[in-house]
């Protein structure tokens, strides 16, 4: 077996040009680890947020001067080469797909064993690679929100990676998709499944009626509490993920805003926001609406 591997690494933060290719010592896996050779890797907006240092913040945690971590690509996919001596459950050959919390753009990467999935047949390595970090944000924002066929849900920032998930998985839960998303995005969104799209420049959240949605998704970060609050159905949810924010705390400041706001208006969390109300009150119609201006 070969000692060494190519890696695309970075020895200071910065932009494309601070990545070069190495050669590198092939990784050994710690008790709890596996190594995987790499077949496919996918790249997030995390990986870029990573790559620049950026919001500083970061820093703190994953190296103040240069990553700790050289080599990005933290979603992959690939086949299992060598087993830690304390993992059950994988062995040498399977192949499999895992949140690696980078290294994946080399050769081989190590992971932690409790991060992998086995990988599909019917699935290919180019599309699991995509999916830990975007459709696992997905589905979790989704299990909060509470999401269930007949819910009518809003997404903002519906053509991103986690936003195109959202479209597909509520739509695959029997729910109906409102998006809000670029105009150049409205097709590629309708055609995930969304029965109503918005282009964001022409057309605020705030422009929808109110009242209306038994969950919204907010990838953006960006609409006011109170007015993705008047837009919830009785019993609706309001699920909050991301955003970005500033040079030094990012997004931070705006969470925080956004909770004391939440708390001011008698809200237990500015992640997952009920109004409680009798469910009975749910709106549980799937035929489009009027409100707002459809695509």
């Given at each position: 077996?070969?000692?060494?591997?190519?890696?695309?690494?970075?020895?200071?933060?910065?932009g494309?040009?601070?990545?070069?290719?190495?050669?590198?010592?092939?990784?050994?896996?710690?008790?709890?680890?596996?190594?995987?050779?790499?077949?496919?890797v996918?790249?997030n907006?995390?990986?870029?947020?990573?790559?620049?240092?950026?919001?500083?913040?970061?820093?703190?945690?994953?190296?103040?001067?240069?990553?700790?971590?050289?080599?990005?690509?933290?979603?992959?996919?690939?086949?299992?080469?060598?087993?830690?001596?304390?993992?059950?459950?994988?062995?040498?050959?399977?192949?499999?797909?895992?949140?690696?919390?980078?290294?994946?753009?080399?050769?081989?990467?190590?992971?932690d064993?409790?991060?992998?999935?086995?990988?599909?047949?019917?699935?290919?390595?180019?599309?699991?690679?995509?999916?830990?970090?975007?459709?696992?944000?997905?589905?979790?924002?989704l299990?909060?929100?509470?999401?269930?066929?007949?819910?009518?849900?809003?997404?903002?920032?519906?053509?991103?990676g986690?936003?195109?998930?959202?479209?597909?998985?509520?739509?695959?839960?029997?729910?109906?998709?409102?998006?809000?998303?670029?105009?150049?995005?409205?097709q590629?969104?309708?055609?995930?499944?969304?029965v109503?799209?918005?282009?964001?420049?022409?057309?605020d959240?705030?422009?929808?009626?109110?009242n209306?949605?038994?969950?919204?998704i907010?990838?953006?970060?960006?609409?006011?509490?109170?007015?993705?609050?008047?837009?919830?159905?009785?019993?609706?949810?309001?699920?909050?993920?991301?955003?970005?924010?500033?040079?030094?705390?990012g997004?931070?400041?705006?969470?925080?805003?956004?909770?004391?706001?939440?708390?001011?208006?008698?809200?237990?969390?500015?992640?997952?926001?009920?109004?409680?109300?009798?469910?009975?009150?749910?709106?549980?119609s799937?035929?489009?609406?009027?409100?707002?201006?459809?695509?």
């Amino acid at each position: 077996m070969t000692t060494t591997m190519r890696a695309w690494t970075q020895r200071g933060y910065g932009g494309p040009e601070t990545v070069s290719r190495e050669r590198l010592p092939v990784p050994s896996p710690k008790p709890r680890q596996v190594v995987v050779r790499m077949r496919a890797v996918g790249l997030n907006a995390g990986d870029v947020h990573l790559l620049r240092g950026d919001p500083l913040l970061v820093r703190l945690a994953f190296g103040l001067m240069r990553p700790k971590q050289p080599v990005r690509g933290m979603d992959v996919a690939g086949r299992v080469t060598a087993v830690g001596a304390k993992v059950s459950g994988f062995a040498v050959g399977d192949e499999v797909v895992a949140e690696a919390g980078g290294g994946g753009l080399a050769s081989f990467v190590p992971v932690d064993a409790k991060r992998l999935a086995r990988r599909p047949e019917n699935v290919d390595p180019d599309a699991a690679a995509v999916l830990p970090i975007a459709a696992g944000t997905a589905a979790q924002a989704l299990d909060l929100a509470g999401v269930a066929a007949g819910h009518r849900v809003l997404v903002i920032g519906a053509s991103g990676g986690v936003g195109t998930f959202a479209v597909q998985l509520t739509t695959i839960r029997g729910a109906e998709v409102w998006a809000l998303c670029g105009q150049h995005s409205q097709q590629l969104v309708e055609d995930l499944g969304a029965v109503r799209t918005f282009d964001y420049r022409q057309t605020d959240a705030g422009d929808l009626l109110a009242n209306s949605f038994d969950a919204i998704i907010d990838l953006a970060g960006t609409a006011p509490l109170r007015v993705l609050h008047d837009l919830l159905a009785p019993a609706g949810t309001l699920v909050l993920v991301g955003g970005e924010g500033g040079r030094v705390l990012g997004p931070i400041p705006g969470c925080c805003r956004r909770r004391c706001c939440a708390r001011g208006r008698g809200a237990a969390s500015a992640l997952s926001r009920r109004r409680r109300t009798p469910s009975s009150c749910r709106i549980s119609s799937r035929s489009p609406r009027k409100g707002g201006s459809p695509r």
